[in-house]
């Protein structure tokens, strides 16, 4: 029977010492798996090798598994993600799939909302499976957009590693309470999870440069989740006893929707919903301190 070393075929040429060691005193290492990525690492460290290609390893041979099966000792959390890139540059690329390769960010833009909507309905009603797939489907928009950004020229191009680097120096930038120095002497640090959210908004608001605690609510949200968005920035602004002590403070929100519908049966309840929300946000700034 022959020995087997595991590898990872994304990261080619991440193994431990006793692999490294295991490879060092092999007459010939049988790949099993596409070869050409471990090719350098292999003829780097002075192990001959050759590709299993339908004649298997005989007994006593080692084989370096770089098949992919699995995850490999050693291969980080993560590393499977090379095979979603690897795999958006196929289909973009010449020989693609001609569907992909057509793609812009406008027309890939419907099916990030409707991806995300499929996520939340597997949270509330799925399995662990179902929220699994949905989950894939959300992070291949993330990829595909990536992809699309690589191949444009100027300031529209960047690449999924962009992405990754700008998402990381914001958690790292918003959670001081974690990654930075402890608090100065006099300062009370961050030890619920309301205090990291106030902070955490006041901070966004500062990187962005908002004058008020209400810009920067996407207008195209259904009407009941802006509404919702707009509540809760109020809360976060410390405006919510104004709200509860001002009934004009679009404190019936549904209601004024339902009276819209009781007026006229051909209403649109979202835009109903929509103009009460606006005219409560109008009311709000007017009441942000300066």
Same mark, same amino acid.
């Given at each position: 029977?022959?020995?087997?070393?595991? =590898?990872?075929?994304?990261?080619?040429?991440?193994?431990?010492?006793?692999?490294?060691?295991?490879?060092?005193?092999?007459?010939?290492?049988?790949?099993?798996?596409?070869?050409?990525?471990?090719?350098?690492?292999?003829?780097?460290? %002075?192990?001959?090798?050759? *590709?299993?290609?339908?004649?298997?390893?005989?007994?006593? !041979?080692?084989?370096?598994?770089?098949? %992919? @099966?699995? @995850?490999?000792?050693?291969?980080?959390?993560?590393?499977?993600?090379?095979?979603?890139? *690897?795999?958006?540059?196929?289909?973009?690329?010449?020989?693609?799939?001609?569907?992909?390769?057509?793609?812009?960010?406008?027309?890939?833009?419907?099916?990030?909302?409707?991806?995300?909507?499929?996520?939340? !309905?597997?949270?509330?009603? %799925?399995?662990?499976?179902?929220?699994?797939? !949905?989950?894939?489907?959300?992070?291949?928009?993330? *990829?595909?957009?990536?992809?699309?950004?690589?191949? =444009?020229?100027? !300031?529209?191009?960047?690449?999924?590693?962009?992405?990754?680097?700008?998402?990381?120096?914001?958690?790292?930038?918003?959670?001081?309470?974690?990654?930075?120095?402890?608090?100065?002497?006099?300062?009370?640090?961050?030890?619920?999870?309301?205090?990291?959210?106030?902070?955490?908004?006041?901070? +966004? &608001?500062?990187?962005?440069? @908002?004058?008020?605690?209400?810009?920067?609510?996407?207008?195209?949200?259904?009407?009941?989740? @802006?509404?919702? +968005?707009?509540?809760?920035?109020?809360?976060?602004?410390?405006?919510?006893?104004?709200?509860?002590?001002?009934? %004009?403070?679009?404190?019936?929100?549904?209601?004024?929707?339902?009276?819209?519908?009781?007026?006229?049966?051909?209403?649109?309840?979202?835009?109903?919903?929509?103009?009460?929300? &606006?005219?409560?946000?109008?009311?709000?700034?007017?009441?942000?301190?300066?």
């Amino acid at each position: 029977m022959s020995e087997v070393v595991l =590898a990872s075929p994304r990261l080619p040429g991440l193994l431990d010492r006793r692999g490294w060691r295991t490879l060092d005193r092999a007459d010939v290492v049988v790949v099993r798996g596409e070869p050409a990525g471990w090719a350098p690492a292999l003829d780097d460290a %002075g192990v001959r090798w050759r *590709a299993e290609d339908g004649v298997p390893a005989a007994p006593g !041979e080692i084989v370096l598994d770089v098949s %992919g @099966r699995g @995850r490999a000792p050693g291969e980080p959390l993560g590393a499977h993600l090379l095979d979603l890139v *690897a795999v958006m540059d196929r289909l973009r690329s010449p020989g693609g799939c001609p569907w992909d390769a057509e793609q812009t960010h406008a027309t890939l833009a419907p099916y990030a909302i409707e991806e995300a909507h499929e996520v939340v !309905e597997a949270i509330e009603e %799925g399995t662990p499976a179902d929220l699994v797939e !949905e989950l894939g489907d959300l992070l291949l928009q993330v *990829a595909f957009h990536a992809r699309v950004a690589q191949e =444009a020229t100027g !300031e529209g191009r960047f690449d999924v590693d962009d992405v990754a680097d700008r998402v990381v120096a914001k958690l790292v930038a918003r959670h001081p309470h974690v990654f930075a120095d402890p608090a100065p002497a006099g300062t009370r640090p961050a030890a619920t999870a309301a205090d990291v959210q106030g902070g955490w908004e006041a901070r +966004k &608001r500062v990187e962005k440069g @908002r004058a008020s605690a209400f810009d920067g609510i996407p207008v195209a949200l259904p009407a009941l989740a @802006r509404a919702t +968005k707009v509540a809760r920035r109020a809360s976060g602004a410390g405006l919510a006893a104004e709200v509860a002590e001002d009934d %004009g403070l679009g404190g019936d929100l549904l209601g004024s929707v339902l009276e819209a519908l009781r007026q006229d049966a051909s209403a649109d309840p979202e835009a109903a919903l929509r103009a009460a929300t &606006r005219a409560m946000e109008a009311r709000l700034r007017a009441l942000e301190p300066r």
